[in-house]
């Protein structure tokens, strides 16, 4: 029997009590042509001097999260990325795809080498922008830097600086491999030292999404339930009414994170572990700043390889499921379940930014009796100390460990027996 949805539909957000009518939404000019907000607009290459001392000395200290010179100690930052480029506007009001320019498509001819006149001595000093930013002068050992964007994906709209300190990753990755050091390879065991950890910046895209949702389909709510007996077996029966469902709402997605480097999107579990950079997150990405290379000193960073194209199919499976994970809370009635026959996400609007975020990993390559390889990794977190990995296990003692289990098991089985339980 079919019955009318009990529960009125509700906004699931509290902005989104006043849909936006479908004429209210202003037309995109062109279709799909991304408006592209300018993050390198007075971004300058070459030397970045200390504003008290003129030194080229400049690295991040993770303590303040501040840059500091490191001759005067004089110390600075960015400004935040999301103010200067208005990136945390109304979400609601967003139309047609806003990107930042550091987001754009990536040019595959663009050089990755990039040569640059010393301003200080005039010599000329090649930038290698497939592992660095920045580089010296061989002559007068001034920093360069390169802050303006080439087509390449090296330089992102912002970054997000590291606040964990070396020392409080090592002892997260020594505590979690401690824990399970008994499993553990012996080979892994002998090798590790938590010091060989590293500070990288992984590439990501940071995208709001304003989307209208109607997710359709068929709930069940129970009336009745009883036991029959088959055969001679009891067994419980429920009579449930059946009701078309129907939810229609505004959602206003804000700072999903998608990663950009096509290593990570398609993982090789036979080559490495399961996404386990996945699980350290979220980010605090609306503390980011404006890129500057000066925060990159002392760390790597991998470079953005995926464009808006290869990327928007990933964050709108995210938002569907976002919507769908929403809706439930309003669900409650349905005690035997729904089941979506129709769910439509209608992006009305995207911002996406590019995005420098900071990680500290403890990598560890598994050579297996075949000769493969397998990557195993603990990464931290550098702004929440959120701490995950994979160790390579020893096999021998996991199936002794689990042989015993089973023996004691069995023993305890037949204790039981004998007294009689
Ligand atoms: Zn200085
Ligand atoms: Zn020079």
Redesign the pocket.
Known sequence: MENIDPDIPQPVEADATNPVSADAVPPVTKENEPRVVLTDADAKDGLAK?A????TEIALNVATGMLR?G????EWTADNAMEAFNLNGDISGLTGIVVGSGSSDIVPTTEEVLTFKCSACGAEVVIDTNHSTQARCHWCRNTLSMNQQVDNGAVPDMILPFSVEKSTAVERIAKFVGKRKFFAHPTFRAEFNAENVMGVYLPYMVVDINAHARLSGQGEHQTRSYTVKVGDKDQTRYDADLYDVVREFDMHVNDLTVESSSDRIDQNTSQNSNNIINTIMPFDVENSVRYDSNYLAGFTSERRDSNLDQLSPIAHTQAEDVARHRVNSTLTFYDRGVRWSEEEVDVRGQRWVSAYLPVWLYSYQQRKSNGKTFLHYVAVNARTGETMGSVPLHQSKLLLVSGIVQLVGTVVGLVLVAVGI
């Open positions: 200390c008290r001392c003129g030194a010179c001759f005067c100690r004089f």
